[in-house]
């Protein structure tokens, strides 16, 4: 493969070995015959300082040591101002320019050695492998980089505590609901997780509590409602157990209808809420909060089993964790509180 760069610098020490060789040769001329210096040959020598000092730049670039000889190179032309001053230099500045020259002409001479070297190398190199090994060395420096940045120890602590806090309960480790009694000092972190994770990621995580569940479903009156308010204190848990069950019938027979019934006991909280139309039609909220979503997905397959046993005033539905239960004369308001009062919670 080519180089064009290397190419370049290549090309222009080349051209450098000569440019230095003839600086030596005409301050040497000079020297020997002053009375041979005229205006053409001061332009030449003038042309050939000019020319070093050009090529200077790619002899510098193409250094890997020794850069203060490289140097010495600009210093010696500078030094060297016109040929009639030069054949007035006493004759030990004259052997210390001579040892000089020759330092950096060795240099020079290695490093057009070294330049050559390298484009044989290039020109026996497969272009697609020397750019493979390009973009390999390339990524193994940004790997590393990034792999010793803080942005990696961030995600690194992001990951361990999404690890903790999801894929832990997820891998059946432990459990949030047995962790929130087993540790209570983790409840606030509980909590917030829970609200993060539902609320702003959209997974579906349980409600920590009902009051996560009713004061989002409080917070605004929703299109088409006229009036909500809780109503927990006129119908108790136990109350509305015992207008409820008969009406729901969600079993076939004794047995199935013991195990709903300790399914319903099993919810940890309560609440209900009436809501008015803007036309009058009322309808009652009842909220059952589980602890588990087992439960409540429990509840739902009861509720499929045996749809046509309810009552037609009754409409039940799940939000994870909390089952609601519409009771209304009127199917269009139990529909209205449906889509547009839990239409804003997550099912």
């Known amino acids: 493969m080519i180089k064009p760069e290397l190419e370049r610098r290549f090309a222009d020490c080349e051209e450098l070995v000569d440019q230095w060789q003839a600086f030596r040769d005409i301050l040497a001329k000079a020297q020997e015959n002053p009375e041979d210096i005229d205006p053409d040959m001061e332009q030449e020598f003038l042309g050939i300082k000019a020319r070093i000092a050009m090529l200077h730049d790619s002899f510098m670039d193409s250094l890997k040591s020794d850069r ?6 600009i210093d010696l032309v500078n030094r060297a101002v016109t040929l009639r001053l030069h054949t007035k230099t006493s004759p030990v500045e004259l052997e210390k320019l001579k040892s000089e020259w020759h330092e950096v002409f060795m240099l020079l001479k290695e490093t057009v050695t070294n330049l050559a070297e390298e484009r044989e190398r290039l020109a026996s190199t497969n272009e697609f492998v ?12 940004n790997t590393q980089s990034f792999l010793t940045s803080v942005y990696f120890k961030l995600i690194v602590g992001a990951a361990v ?11 059946g480790l432990y459990d949030w609901d047995d962790l929130r009694d087993d540790a209570p000092f983790m409840r606030p972190v509980i909590q917030n997780y829970t609200l993060f994770a539902r609320e702003v990621v959209g997974l579906s995580a349980p409600y920590y509590n009902l009051s996560d569940f009713t004061d989002k479903l409080l917070h605004e009156t929703p299109p088409g409602i006229d009036e909500q308010v809780r109503i927990t204190g006129d119908i108790d848990s136990s109350q509305a157990r015992a207008q ?5 019938q969600l079993w076939a027979d004794d047995s ?8 319903w006991d099993r919810a ?26 087992d439960d409540a997905d429990t509840f739902i397959i009861h509720r499929n089993r045996h749809t046509d046993r309810m009552a037609g005033d009754l409409t039940v539905e799940q939000y994870i964790n909390v089952i609601a239960i519409i009771r209304s004369a009127s199917a269009s308001h139990r529909e209205t509180v449906r889509t547009t009062v839990l239409g804003r919670m997550r099912s």
């Open 68 to 73: 203060k000889t490289g140097n010495a190179m």
């Open 130 to 141: 020397h750019q493979s090994k390009q973009v390999v060395a390339r990524m193994s420096a």
């Open 161 to 171: 505590v999404l690890f903790v806090i999801w894929g832990v309960p997820a891998f």
């Open 244 to 248: 409820l069950l008969p009406r729901l």
């Open 256 to 263: 199935e209808r013991q195990r709903f019934e300790e399914l």
């Open 268 to 293: 940890a909280d309560y609440d209900a809420i009436r809501y008015v139309s803007d036309n009058g039609d009322t309808a009652q909220l009842f909220l059952l909060w589980y602890r588990k979503s």
